[in-house]
């Protein structure tokens, strides 16, 4: 039987930093990435959780310096590729240029699913000095299938090596992945990929929902680690795709051991899905609009669950958080 | 827009028992029952890990006689049912009699995939005294649809009020799942549960595909609390249902507030997929199987997972495990 190649891209360096405040250390990062070179992961993705340049005081400072972290992960991978995210304002192509010469080979251009032209210049120049680049769109469950498509064609002609959808805040069912995957599937020539967060628990079934649409490329991390509920959880994934009949060309054991040995003893906490990641899945909001849906819920004495439904229904991004107080005083008329 | 009722079955205070090593106090079921009670869940099981009577040398004492804890549940229910789980052979109808005695209303005849005649009698005398009765499938996923459904077949001659089918080991992806239960939705005329586990992580998204195939009764837990990898997330498969347009009847921010502040204080530990548990969900075999595959791995150095794998190959049942060193001893025959 012919076996379906699936890449799997690694986030525990780049996603998982949020869930330890940025603060992997160049032994972790060695024994991390080493490790997963190891075990045949693919893509390895490292940078402030944020993408390259990210640490600042908005989104959190890194302990260590990340061009640290990637030159030292380099020298412990032999087979894997080494990845960044770039999220267009926070890093620039300056940022780009000393990722890659510190040893990144594939750079993630991150944009909101509705803005891929403000990445066009990030994939086009990745695409001029020899690296991999690639498309990702996030928070794609606010576009409809016929949305994304129509961004990941910017993406696409800008030269992008393949597409990533993600699912940023959690809020995909599989009917919503299958909907989105198989649109793009019939209307890109290029590979599709996808990236989970675990809010409603699922993640693994959502990327196997991807891989039956004919994604190629999927996202996931050791123990899930990753920000809110945390992401798919790789030794979960490999086992299941494994058994499914696909071949992700890992040492599934292995996988197992990285997950339990090296970044299990560095997690700060478990990645059980609690209250709060479940609301913003449920909701499908961002995480940076809890704190100010708090606030607006004790003034206006609402519960703040109903907050985040509403910001959900009416399409909030980030950005528009002073809007809360705006939702929640129409909410408390309303009652 | 008719929404389809979809009937929640809460086992915190059943499979959650083997969690905390059969520890739940009379205040602790108190509370929880009380409050899964209050926020609209249909069944509220209750009882030894292991069924009525499993309290004992071999499947570990409770702390709380389980009849104790019955009859103070009962005193905090005002709408939801109580049921006990029983397992023909550790408990009995007299046990069975006096666990009606004590409030329960329901009982679930749990027996092997393959066993269902030794249960017969149970439904039929739980009938008899007006109890609901629900044949009970476990380790669902060693038998065909076809199996699966001629066992069926004898709980609902047998009187049973719905039959529900259990993946034991957390070992089926959804197709497994919508395999068994549309061909016993087109075979059988009373309605059909499905219980999970969350071993490959797959048990939010097994439930709701239960339910795409019409299944009307869904066990879940609290924060997942159960045997292992643990079950269905409670809070999260009634916010994933409602997103869907099903409907539980359940105040699903009352279930959240359960989960978190009555049940997760509780918890001797996170309920996170650790190696052993996606070992057991990947070869599919029982937990039991575990001590003596460390063993016979290590008399005829192998690696326990590949004989974890060979046991399920093999279908290996509970009971079997003096044949783990045979298996062992035939694999290392082929090293």
Do not use: W
């Not at 649109?183 to 196997?208: E, M, R, T």
């Not at 509403?310 to 950005?319: A, C, D, Q, S």
């Amino acid at each position: 039987m012919f076996k379906q190649k699936i890449n799997i891209v690694d986030t525990t360096l780049r996603d998982g930093s949020h869930a330890v405040s940025h603060g992997f250390t160049v032994e972790q990062t060695e024994a991390i990435a080493g490790g997963l070179d190891k075990v045949g992961v693919d893509i390895i993705e490292i940078s402030h959780g944020d993408g390259i340049a990210g640490s600042s005081i908005n989104y959190g400072f890194s302990k260590t310096h990340e061009m640290e972290l990637i030159k030292a992960a380099k020298n412990k991978m032999s087979s894997a590729k080494l990845a960044v995210l770039l999220l267009p304002g926070i890093g620039t192509i300056e940022d780009l240029e000393e990722g890659r010469e510190n040893g990144a080979e594939v750079v993630r251009v991150a944009t909101h699913y509705s803005e891929a032209d403000v990445g066009i210049q990030h994939i086009e120049y990745a695409k001029k000095i020899g690296m991999m680049a690639v498309g990702f769109l996030m928070m794609a469950h606010m576009g409809t299938p016929e949305q994304i498509v129509e961004q990941a064609r910017i993406f696409v002609e800008s030269g992008a090596d393949y597409i990533n959808i993600a699912d940023s805040a959690g809020y995909m069912t599989p009917d919503d992945v299958r909907a989105r995957i198989s649109l793009l599937k019939n209307s890109i020539n290029i590979p599709i990929g996808f990236h989970a967060h675990n809010n409603l628990s699922l993640a693994v079934a959502n990327s196997i929902a991807a891989v039956g649409e004919g994604a190629t490329y999927i996202d996931a991390s050791c123990r899930g680690l990753g920000a809110g509920a945390g992401n798919t959880q790789l030794e979960v994934l490999s086992a299941v795709l494994d058994r499914m009949g696909y071949n992700t060309g890992m040492d599934i054991y292995g996988a197992m051991d990285v997950a339990e040995d090296i970044v299990e003893p560095i997690m700060y906490r478990p990645q059980v899905i609690k209250t709060a990641p479940l609301m913003l899945g449920y909701a499908g909001v961002y995480s940076s609009f809890l704190l100010h849906t708090y606030k607006a819920a004790e003034r206006f004495n609402l519960n703040p669950r109903d907050i985040l439904v509403e910001l959900g229904k009416r399409k909030m991004v980030g950005g528009q958080e002073d809007m809360i107080v705006d939702v929640a005083f129409a909410l408390s008329q309303k009652k």
